[in-house]
Antibody
């Protein structure tokens, strides 16, 4: 059974930083592209970032470009999201999600999410 | 960026009834690269449909997707109690995938 388990969320002040982790089990992470998707309370999901299976290619939404960095450690079967210069509008539940098909960014497995709250 | 609009915002139906949910894109979605997800309170979204009409693994055949270009539909032929939830569409035909705001299907 595929499981994705996020951690690292919490309360942070505007301008602060957080690092999210996503530990995978039941699949070999190195075979798949992965993404982070966030969802603010009462809103639809918002794609944040994606990374290719070999880490060569990374992609970011304009709203986070230059502030967030996606990375992965395939030996640890773990995905990361480093978030810097956080703003109130970054407040959301952050999900890691497995990309469904090579090059096509729909998401067939999701973690349970970790809440990030940016507030003073 | 492709903007997705979903209608209606809320659909009030009874178990056993048919649900028809609409997703409209601001521009044509390349190769019908559209997905549908179901989300229940406190849970992550669950993939139902990809490529506009292909059911994901383990999804019952009462769920079906159709459409192309800018207009897409999710149909649930006979609502089961576990189908009352929020449904989102998502396009992935560009390098900036986007989601719709959702349609809530609640019990009448």
């Amino acid at each position: 059974e595929v499981q994705l388990l996020e951690s690292g969320g919490g309360l942070v002040q505007p301008g602060g930083s957080l690092r999210l982790s996503c530990a995978a089990s039941g699949l070999t992470l190195s075979s798949f592209g992965m993404s982070w998707v966030r969802q603010a309370p009462g809103k639809g999901p918002e794609w944040v970032s994606s990374i290719s299976s070999d880490s060569i290619y990374t992609y970011y939404a304009d709203s986070v470009k230059g502030r967030f960095t996606i990375s992965r450690d395939n030996s640890m079967n773990t995905l990361y999201l480093q978030m810097n210069s956080l703003r109130a509008e970054d407040t959301a539940v952050y999900y890691c999600a497995k990309i469904g098909k090579l090059g096509l960014w729909y998401f067939d497995y999701w973690g349970q999410g970790t809440l990030v709250t940016v507030s003073s | 960026e492709i903007v997705l609009t979903q209608s209606p915002g809320t659909l009030s139906l009874s178990p056993g009834e048919r649900a028809t949910l609409s997703c409209r894109a601001s521009q044509s979605v390349s190769s019908s690269y559209l997905a549908w997800y179901q989300q229940k309170p406190g849970q992550a979204p669950r993939l139902l449909i990809y490529d506009a009409s292909s059911r994901a693994t383990g999804i019952p055949d009462r769920f079906s997707g159709s459409g192309s270009g800018t207009d897409f539909t999710l149909t649930i032929t006979r609502l089961e109690p576990e189908d009352f939830a929020v449904y989102f569409c998502q396009q992935y035909g560009t390098s900036s995938p986007t989601f719709g705001p959702g349609t809530k299907v609640d019990i009448k």
